[in-house]
Structure formats: structure tokens, C-alpha cells
């Protein structure tokens, strides 16, 4: 009886052994599988896992998009004035076979995420090297118009942390995108930008004004030289061969009338004469 209890007593904590030692890892991680202290070289594949307790242990890690929140950033922009606040989010991913290497290059840079128990490789370099990277591209664009160029600060940051973690781990690291949360410029800022959209509005309206006096002053300056090509072309038309023709039909039409006395006047002449009306 002793013999068998002692047996069943093995056989239960064999299984207890077996099942604390056993476990899964889930489609799109990798495990790091430790044995007396020596990390194997080769990632543990997503499915079931096996391992020795007290000798050997398997820790998951994420191979998939990982999203890096970066909080209260106060960047400079180009003209040395300081954002109040800049949230951003960084997505990675880390290539599934350089995950053991991470693990021993970067010791004491993993982080574990509580919800999932599932080690994020590298969370602490990336989020050091992504907040420099922000202050740097941020402090390229100016603070007036750095609310209007999200989209180029994104990208620009983005091209910036990728650089720098090709220059290292060529290969292991991939940014996927980089996305602004919220940016808020100092309440100064806020003043200026308003001033700056203002003034805009007033030039553009005063563009606009400008633009209307000058098609009117087109039309009177049209106007003008209509009239004075009428002019011009009656002024040609007035010879003194027609205006003595005009002239001429002016004094028939006096002789054809009864009871008048046309007097026709030299042009040279200096005088006036004095004419006998018979009165």
C-alpha cells in the first residue's frame, strides 16, 4: 500500500511537473527558450511547447505590429518655440527569426505587457529612439504652421527612426506607420497663428479689391480710348475740302428761301465789313 501511494505521489507530481513545464505560443509570437541559463539561438515556433522545470523555460514574445505610445512630448519647432504637448504613436514590428539575437543584445530593454503576459521585444530602445527622433524632425518645421503639416512630421519621423534602427539591426526592425494622437501648440502660438490667419484673410481681401479697381479702371481706360478713336476718326473726316462742301449747301439752302440776303465773307478776310441791310 505504502509502495503505491509513494508510486500514485510520483506519478501526480510527475503530471504537475509535465503540466506547469508545458504551454502554447500564439500565432504571430515566438518563444525564447532558456536552458541552465543559455538562450538557444533558435526562436521556439507558435503551437505547443515543452519543458523541464527548474532546468529549462520558454518565454513568449510578440512578433506582431506593436504600438509604441510616446505621451506629453514638449518638442522645439525650427523657430525655438516649444509645442505644449505632442501625443504620438509608433507601430513596429520585429522580424520573428532576429528575436533571439534581440533578446541577448538588448538585455533589460523588453517589456512585458500585463494584459497578455507576452514580452514586447525591444518596447524600452524603441521608445528612446523614437522620442528622438521626434524632437529632431519637430524642431525642422516651424511652430506656425507644424498644426498643418501633421502628416509631414509623421513621415518624416518615421523615415528619421527607421534610419537610425537600419543603422544598427539592418533587417530587424520595421516601422510600419507613425501616427499623431494630438499636437497642441503653446497658447503663444495660438495668438500667432490667429494673427498670421487674419492677416492672410486681410491681404487676400485687399488682393481681391485691388484686382476689382483694376479690371474697372481697364474698362474707363477702354472707354477713354474708344472715345478717342471716335474723335480721331472725325477729326480726319473733317477736310476743309468737305467742310466747304457742308458750307456751300448751308448757303443754297439760305438763297432758296424768300426774304433772306446771304452774305458770303472771305475766309482771309481781317474786317468785318459794314453790311446795308436797307433798314
Not at 9 to 26: D, K, Q, R
Not at 82 to 111: E, I
Not at 163 to 173: M, R
Not at 231 to 247: A, D, K, V, W
Request: charged letters at 20%; a neutral charge; hydrophobic letters at 40%.
Amino acid at each position: 500500500m505504502i509502495v503505491r501511494a509513494v508510486l500514485a505521489a510520483i506519478v501526480v507530481l510527475g503530471l504537475v511537473f509535465a503540466v506547469s513545464s508545458c504551454g502554447t505560443i500564439e500565432s504571430g509570437n515566438v518563444g525564447i527558450r532558456t536552458t541552465l541559463g543559455k538562450v538557444s539561438a533558435d526562436e521556439v515556433e507558435p503551437g505547443i511547447y515543452l519543458g523541464i522545470p527548474g532546468i529549462s523555460r520558454v518565454q513568449e514574445f510578440s512578433a506582431k505590429e506593436i504600438g509604441l505610445d510616446l505621451n506629453d512630448l514638449t518638442p522645439k519647432a525650427r523657430d525655438n518655440l516649444s509645442l505644449r504637448d505632442l501625443d504620438m504613436t509608433v507601430y513596429y514590428r520585429v522580424t520573428p527569426g532576429f528575436v533571439a539575437d534581440l533578446y541577448v543584445k538588448y538585455a533589460g530593454q523588453h517589456t512585458r505587457d500585463e494584459g497578455s503576459r507576452v514580452y514586447l521585444p525591444a518596447y524600452a530602445l524603441l521608445q528612446r529612439v523614437a522620442r528622438n527622433a521626434i524632437y529632431q524632425q519637430a524642431s525642422h518645421i516651424d511652430s506656425l504652421v507644424m498644426h498643418t503639416q501633421r502628416e509631414e512630421l509623421a513621415q518624416a519621423v518615421r523615415k528619421s527612426l527607421q534610419g537610425e534602427l537600419d543603422a544598427n539591426d539592418k533587417g530587424v526592425f520595421q516601422i510600419t506607420r507613425v501616427v499623431i494622437r494630438s499636437l497642441t501648440t503653446d497658447p503663444a502660438i495660438e495668438k500667432a497663428i490667429q494673427d498670421s490667419v487674419a492677416a492672410q484673410k486681410q491681404l487676400e481681401t485687399t488682393k481681391q479689391r485691388i484686382a476689382i479697381a483694376e479690371a474697372e479702371a481697364q474698362v474707363e481706360v477702354k472707354k477713354a480710348e474708344g472715345i478717342a478713336r471716335a474723335n480721331q476718326i472725325i477729326n480726319q473726316s473733317l477736310t476743309r475740302e468737305y467742310l466747304q462742301h457742308e458750307s456751300n449747301l448751308a448757303l443754297l439752302k439760305f438763297a432758296e428761301k424768300g426774304g433772306t440776303t446771304t452774305v458770303v465773307l472771305p475766309a482771309n478776310m481781317q474786317t468785318a465789313p459794314l453790311i446795308n441791310i436797307g433798314k
